[in-house]
């Protein structure tokens, strides 16, 4: 069974709020003949963009997503946002556990699962990020890695919840880089998540999780990737930040 795509963008620490304004006026009118019916669109602009995004995308098919939170809803936490922040400028999502995080800001699958639990007592959908770096997957890591991240991560949260969250496979080698993992290298890793997502919560709502690629996704390669069973989607950085590319990716990935 094929799920419904989705094609987020995380525009990351990229766009002044008049940059991101023409980047999502450009993004729509390239997009108006999208079915969106078909395709789920979400864009993760920088915090403080945030609002001015979420005034354009008002009454759109298109989904608000931050790029990180604290687990708290408010307190001392100098430079951090809280879910109820994220929930009151409108957003429905969050992405959680992103490499980057990760890398430089010492995110750990045990903060990690703190975010989880706070998305969804804040009715946020959270999008938690896994991947293996060049390191790992040279030491043949790659299931372990992940396995851990998607133990410890979603350590103690309900069937209910696992089921209305989205994955993302993102291979750390992959970000940034211009280097894409082959559908097939992608594939591999997307089915050993759904086969872990299975013994989690059962084949049927494993079923229906949503887990996407994230990692040099391009309009040339999001076809290929999206041919694969397991793959249902992109979760997509540097090509996000021009409506056009992003717009053919929305479209070829239809
Ligand atoms: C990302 O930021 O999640 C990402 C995959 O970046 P890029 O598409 O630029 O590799």
Request: aromatic share 6%; glycine share 10%; with cysteine.
């Amino acid at each position: 069974m094929k799920r419904k795509p989705m094609i987020a963008g995380n525009w990351k620490m990229h766009m002044t709020t008049k940059e991101a304004r023409e980047l999502v006026a450009g993004i729509l009118e390239q997009t108006s003949d999208v079915n969106f019916d078909r395709v789920d669109v979400l864009m993760a602009p920088p915090f403080t963009a945030l609002s001015a995004v979420a005034e354009l995308l008002s009454g759109r098919p298109v989904f608000l997503a931050g790029q990180n939170m604290h687990w708290e809803e408010k307190g001392a936490f100098t430079g951090e946002i809280s879910p109820v922040m994220l929930k009151e400028v409108g957003c429905s999502h969050v992405i959680i556990g992103h490499s980057e995080r990760r890398q430089y800001f010492g995110e750990m699958n045990e903060t990690v699962n703190k975010k989880l639990r706070a998305a969804f007592s804040h009715g946020l959908t959270p999008i938690l990020c896994v991947g293996e770096s060049l390191e790992q997957r040279e030491a043949n890591q790659t299931f372990s890695v992940i396995e851990e991240e998607l133990d410890k991560g979603l350590n103690g949260l309900t069937t209910e919840q696992v089921q209305s969250m989205i994955l993302a496979y993102e291979p750390i080698w992959a970000i940034g880089t211009g280097k894409t993992a082959s559908p097939e290298q992608a594939e591999e890793v997307h089915a050993f998540i759904r086969g872990w997502l299975e013994k989690r919560v059962g084949k049927e709502a494993a079923d229906a999780i949503r887990v996407l690629y994230g990692g040099s996704v391009k309009p040339e390669n999001i076809e290929g990737l999206m041919a694969k069973e397991s793959i249902d989607g992109g979760l997509v950085g540097g090509a996000s930040l021009k409506a056009e590319s992003f717009a053919q990716i929305v479209k070829r990935g239809l």
